[in-house]
Nanobody
Framework: DVQLQASGGGLVQPGGSLRLSCVAS????????MSWIRQMPGKKLEWVSS????????YYAEAFKGRFTISRDNAKNTLHLQMNALQSEDTAVYYC????????????????WGQGTQVTVSS
């Protein structure tokens, strides 16, 4: 069975940083691209970032360029999101998600999601 376990969220002040992690199991991790998706309170799901199966390519929504860094450690089946300069508007549940395609990533085509980790940015 596929499992994605997100962790690393918490309460931080504006300008602070967090590093999220997502530990994957139940599939060949390095054959699949991965994404971070967030959901702000009362809002729809919002794509944050994606990374290719080997980690050689990565993509960010414009709002997060320069602040967030996606990475993966395939030896440990782990996806990360380094989040810097956090703002109150970044308060959301952050989910990791697995692309359905084997070594191919079609936008929005996720078949498994982690449980999410709460990030709260507040003074």
């Amino acid at each position: 069975d596929v499992q994605l376990q997100a962790s690393g969220g918490g309460l931080v002040q504006p300008g602070g940083s967090l590093r999220l992690s997502c530990v994957a199991s139940g599939f060949r991790f390095d054959d699949y691209s991965m994404s971070w998706i967030r959901q702000m309170p009362g809002k729809k799901l919002e794509w944050v970032s994606s990374i290719s199966w080997k980690g050689g390519s990565f993509y960010y929504a414009e709002a997060f360029k320069g602040r967030f860094t996606i990475s993966r450690d395939n030896a440990k089946n782990t996806l990360h999101l380094q989040m810097n300069a956090l703002q109150s508007e970044d308060t959301a549940v952050y989910y990791c998600a697995k692309f359905r395609g084997l070594r191919i990533a079609i936008s929005g085509d996720y078949d498994y999601w982690g449980q999410g980790t709460q990030v709260t940015v507040s003074s």
